[in-house]
């Protein structure tokens, strides 16, 4: 069970989720900065949204954390790379709000366009001005649409219907792709002279940190409208704040601001901008989805298994076909992590057969997470695993080949003269190893086995049957390994219970045995 500190409002659903898990649930919404410090203490799992403030101080107050999840996207409030330096995941919930933000996005485009918010409280405070508050139509108006992700996407569907023509800059996506939208890719300048219309869909980033600024404003297309609902600090609200008031700019509809929560910008007094206080994701869909996402992802993070949402583990995607060797991976790692040579400067990860023409990175960092997990004096997780690897002066080399002679596929470990070899079997998926050193074996991975090299004459097997049975260890399971040459010169045994140090050292006295390496992985 783990204690999982939450200092914002999520959907009490994704609380339940979470406690269902058999985790303890700590939620302290309105903390200050002192008080959370003292809080993260001792918590294993931190959700926030976007208040929180995960500084590095939070983060090294929090020595036990193993996971930073923000309940929404942005992660301008997360130190990801203090996070990422101490081992701590940080995830998030990236598609729980795309829908909201879209119609949000929609919602603000036809306010400003038609003034409606001014209008509304025009009439309300006793003014009849219909002549003041003319709009215009977006029927037949060019929308640049900055950014052509999920939201971006969803924003020009919809626009689309409204009869407007889209235009698109994201460097990202090909030429292809926004064909089969029906977006025409520019580059951003040419989006902002031709469009009538601007909507913003990126992440704040160093690069996107004042992408429209006053030199981009003023070559803008005259009558421009600009609409954010990404991020504040994207747009430069006092350039945008000049270009309206010349009249070079139309109007303006914002959702978020470079400081929030704000209550004061240059752009607050002008009667054509739109303003709403970051309500993109404020919708109770939304917020199901993001507190539903979020516990999930906190939990595989905490059970160790793959996180879909880290957003600081570089291991892409986990396809169907590569996501049931992961729990193999990892095993495989830590089983040779006892016969590995113990001075080690490479480790060779090799990859045969159908997983070969996948994504691979997550099955490296499980080998890297098994292997370290044992000899690490720190907890080992997808995020530090590479870390520790350059830490150690270990260099990690991933090959593969969709070519098989055995095996549907195979992961190999390879260092020095030592190598262990791994598949999945039958329709069930079970772990096999199927090499050790220089031989077949045909066992399935156990918490404790020996793996046993000797000389191939007899007798061997019952030498060492006889010292562990004496022992009172049960062989839960064994194999005789064969050499390419034909000779059965290792065993590799599970046992039931973890084979004591002077049983080991029996075995290792015993005639015709070189060597015993003894796996205990509790």
């Known amino acids: 069970m783990a204690r999982i500190l939450v200092t914002e409002k999520i959907a009490e659903r994704g609380l339940d989720k979470l406690r269902a898990a058999g985790h303890d649930v700590d939620v302290r919404v309105g903390l200050d900065p002192d008080e959370l410090l003292q809080a993260v203490q001792g918590a294993h799992g931190l959700i926030i949204r976007s208040a929180t403030q995960v500084t590095a101080e939070v983060l090294e107050a929090g020595t036990e954390l193993a996971v930073v999840g923000r309940a929404g996207i942005g992660l301008d409030n997360v130190d990801v790379e203090t996070a990422t330096a101490r081992g701590v995941m940080v995830v998030n919930a990236p598609q729980s709000n795309i829908l909201s933000a879209a119609e949000h996005t929609m919602a603000l485009l036809l306010a400003q366009a038609r003034n409606i918010p001014q209008a509304d409280a025009a009439l309300k405070a006793g003014r009849w001005e219909r002549s003041r508050w003319e709009g215009v139509e977006l029927s037949d108006k060019t929308l640049g649409i900055i950014g052509l992700g999920r939201i971006g996407k969803l924003v020009g569907q919809r626009a689309l219907a409204f009869g407007m023509r ?21 580059d951003l300048d040419t989006l902002l002279a031709q469009a009538d219309f601007v909507t913003i869909h990126v ?124 729990a193999l991976a990892e095993r495989l790692g830590a089983l040779f992590s006892f016969l590995a040579p113990d001075t080690l400067d490479l480790l060779e990860i090799d990859y045969q057969g159908q997983i070969a023409d996948y994504d691979t990175r997550i099955l490296t960092l499980s080998v890297l997470k098994g292997f370290f997990g044992r000899i690490a004096d720190q907890p080992v997780s997808y995020v530090n695993a590479p870390q520790i690897a350059t830490e150690r002066g270990i260099q990690v080399r991933e090959s593969s080949t969709t070519s098989v002679r055995d095996f549907v596929n195979l992961i190999t470990l390879r260092a020095g003269d030592r190598l262990l070899a791994g598949t999945l079997v039958g329709l069930r998926g079970e772990p096999r190893l199927v090499k050790v050193d220089d031989h077949s074996v045909d066992v399935p991975p156990a918490r404790y086995m020996l793996v046993v090299h000797n000389e191939d004459k007899p007798g061997v097997i019952g030498t060492v049957g006889s010292i562990l049975g004496a022992a009172g260890v049960n062989i839960a399971d064994m194999d005789v390994g064969q050499a390419p040459s034909g000779e059965s010169a290792m065993m590799v045994l599970s046992t039931g219970q973890a084979v004591p140090p002077e049983v080991q050292e029996q075995l290792r006295a015993a005639p015709m045995i070189r060597s015993v390496h003894a796996i205990d992985l509790d």
């Open 166 to 186: 889209l235009m698109a800059y994201d460097p990202f996506v090909s030429p292809d792709r926004a064909r089969q939208l029906s977006v025409e890719l520019v």
């Open 203 to 326: 992440a704040k980033t160093p690069e996107t940190l004042g992408l429209v600024n006053a030199e981009r404003l003023a070559a803008a297309k005259p009558g421009i409208r600009i609409v954010n609902v990404a991020r504040g600090g994207i747009v430069d609200e006092h350039a945008l704040a000049d270009a309206i008031r010349s009249g070079h700019v139309a109007g303006a509809a914002l959702d978020v601001f470079a400081k929030e929560p704000t209550t004061e910008s240059p752009l607050f007094g002008l009667a054509s901008v739109v303003a709403t206080p970051h309500l993109g994701a404020s919708t109770a869909e939304a917020q199901d989805k993001a507190g539903d996402t979020i516990a999930e992802m906190v939990v595989l993070a905490l059970a160790g298994e793959f996180v879909p949402f880290a957003v600081n583990v570089s291991a892409g995607e986990a396809s169907e076909t590569v996501r049931p060797f992961l």
